[in-house]
């Protein structure tokens, strides 16, 4: 009986024994999930105010939102150079101002260009075959924006300049970039409609319609203030589509032209879908506006701006304060001067008015999302080096 259990004894422990051997040499062999070290991603951001992202706060901005979005859903650290800035223009900008006046983004500046910008992301960069997506904009101030909001001008006038401005110039850009670039795929972003039916056409809006009228022909009488608004509105449609089909047609030209030579790059058009509601002063607005009561907003108009204003963007009294270092008096300025530095110090102070606010940057975010989506869908559209590309 004793010599039985003691058996049983033995057989129950060599039991347990090769259970927790089996389980450890199970342990030892199982395979072991790996995750990859999340891919490092090169982003190159060029162009105007738009992509620079006027009034926002770094964070807000379309460029950091698709940052964002494929560090988190792509699994991929990215790394950003911006290069865009306020003011910049496709073509010459003529005498380049102090290197001070380009440190700060939101400081309309017409130089560096977008042709600078590339020369100094190529030489910052080194090795440019590193970097993996370029987001570019550019022919606004080639055609300068003040045109949209002059009744004064003919939809067959903004209509020629979109075909001049964003045609031939932004497929030269875009073919550039590409050469410079040789890794990268690019996506070009469009513009929007400033004014629409639905933008409030209250005193104030018709006030600073007349104060931006100046006849472009001999018209016969000045047009009442519904006549402005449907020109203003009018123009501003003729400016979207215009643009649209400009910068689309150039995007095509240069896919052709980078199939033609057998590159794996691609340019994608992110077009806005911008709704009339979305536009400058209606109740929906994507874009930032003025931060003043009525009665406020209507005596810097009829004192010609002695009274300021300020607008509703996040970095608004960052800008202020720029502004006022930037355009401060001359030393024994003449009257002329002192018209054109407070004329610029107004113009710097409100430069985010009109511009993308936190969900006109959604929506180009969107839009931007989109077509990047669309690139990930063919198989091997990321090069296979994790190199990275100098921090901004």
């Given at each position: 009986?004793?010599?039985?259990?003691?058996?049983?004894?033995?057989?129950?422990?060599?039991?347990?024994?090769?259970?927790?051997?089996?389980?450890?040499?199970?342990?030892?062999?199982?395979?072991?999930?790996?995750?990859?070290?999340?891919?490092?991603?090169?982003?190159?951001?060029?162009?105007?105010?738009?992509?620079?992202?006027?009034?926002?706060?770094?964070?807000?901005?379309?460029?950091?939102?698709?940052?964002?979005?494929?560090?988190?859903?792509?699994?991929?650290?990215?790394?950003?150079?911006?290069?865009?800035?306020?003011?910049?223009?496709?073509?010459?900008?003529?005498?380049?101002?102090?290197?001070?006046?380009?440190?700060?983004?939101?400081i309309a500046s017409a130089w560096p260009t977008l042709h600078d910008q590339i020369d100094d992301a190529v030489?910052?960069?080194?090795?440019?075959?590193?970097?993996?997506?370029?987001?570019?904009?550019?022919?606004?101030?080639?055609?300068?924006?003040?045109?949209?909001?002059?009744?004064?001008?003919?939809?067959?006038?903004?209509?020629?300049?979109?075909?001049?401005?964003?045609?031939?110039?932004?497929?030269?850009?875009?073919?550039?970039?590409?050469?410079?670039?040789?890794?990268?795929?690019?996506?070009?972003?469009?513009?929007?409609?400033?004014?629409?039916?639905?933008?409030?056409?209250?005193?104030?809006?018709?006030?600073?319609?007349?104060?931006?009228?100046?006849?472009?022909?001999?018209?016969?009488?000045?047009?009442?203030?519904?006549?402005?608004?449907?020109?203003?509105?009018?123009?501003?449609?003729?400016?979207?589509?215009?643009?649209?089909?400009?910068?689309?047609?150039?995007?095509?030209?240069?896919?052709?032209?980078?199939?033609?030579?057998?590159?794996?790059?691609?340019?994608?058009?992110?077009?806005?879908?911008?709704?009339?509601?979305?536009?400058?002063?209606?109740?929906?607005?994507?874009?930032?506006?003025?931060?003043?009561?009525?009665?406020?907003?209507?005596?810097?108009?009829?004192?010609?701006?002695?009274?300021?204003?300020?607008?509703?963007?996040?970095?608004?009294?960052?800008?202020?304060?720029?502004?006022?270092?930037?355009?401060?008096?001359?030393?024994?300025?003449?009257?002329?001067?002192?018209?054109?530095?407070?004329?610029?110090?107004?113009?710097?102070?409100?430069?985010?008015?009109?511009?993308?606010?936190?969900?006109?940057?959604?929506?180009?975010?969107?839009?931007?999302?989109?077509?990047?989506?669309?690139?990930?869908?063919?198989?091997?559209?990321?090069?296979?080096?994790?190199?990275?590309?100098?921090?901004?």
């Amino acid at each position: 009986m004793k010599s039985a259990s003691f058996s049983r004894f033995q057989i129950s422990v060599l039991f347990v024994v090769v259970v927790a051997f089996t389980a450890a040499t199970h342990a030892q062999v199982a395979p072991t999930t790996v995750h990859p070290a999340p891919r490092e991603f090169n982003l190159l951001v060029l162009g105007d105010s738009i992509l620079w992202g006027q009034g926002l706060k770094t964070e807000h901005k379309s460029w950091h939102l698709v940052k964002n979005w494929l560090e988190e859903n792509q699994r991929m650290t990215v790394r950003e150079r911006v290069e865009a800035h306020a003011g910049a223009v496709i073509g010459s900008a003529g005498t380049a101002p102090p290197r001070l006046l380009t440190l700060y983004g939101e400081i309309a500046s017409a130089w560096p260009t977008l042709h600078d910008q590339i020369d100094d992301a190529v030489r910052l960069i080194g090795d440019t075959s590193q970097v993996d997506l370029v987001l570019v904009d550019g022919c606004i101030n080639d055609v300068n924006a003040r045109s949209f909001l002059n009744a004064g001008n003919s939809g067959q006038a903004i209509e020629s300049l979109a075909r001049e401005k964003c045609g031939p110039p932004v497929e030269a850009l875009l073919s550039r970039v590409a050469s410079s670039f040789p890794n990268a795929h690019i996506v070009l972003t469009g513009y929007y409609p400033v004014i629409s039916e639905k933008t409030s056409q209250d005193l104030f809006m018709r006030a600073l319609a007349k104060r931006f009228y100046a006849a472009t022909s001999a018209e016969a009488r000045r047009p009442s203030d519904k006549e402005m608004f449907e020109r203003l509105t009018a123009i501003s449609r003729i400016w979207y589509e215009a643009s649209n089909r400009a910068l689309t047609a150039a995007v095509a030209s240069t896919n052709e032209e980078l199939a033609a030579r057998g590159s794996r790059q691609r340019v994608s058009f992110a077009r806005i879908p911008f709704q009339p509601e979305y536009a400058f002063a209606a109740k929906e607005s994507r874009l930032w506006g003025f931060d003043a009561t009525t009665i406020r907003k209507m005596l810097a108009v009829f004192t010609l701006g002695r009274v300021s204003l300020h607008a509703n963007d996040e970095v608004s009294s960052r800008r202020w304060s720029m502004c006022e270092d930037f355009f401060r008096k001359y030393p024994h300025e003449t009257d002329a001067q002192k018209r054109a530095r407070k004329d610029n110090l107004m113009v710097c102070r409100l430069a985010a008015i009109a511009h993308p606010n936190r969900r006109g940057a959604v929506m180009y975010a969107d839009a931007i999302k989109e077509q990047v989506q669309n690139l990930m869908t063919n198989t091997g559209w990321l090069r296979n080096t994790t190199a990275a590309v100098a921090a901004h």
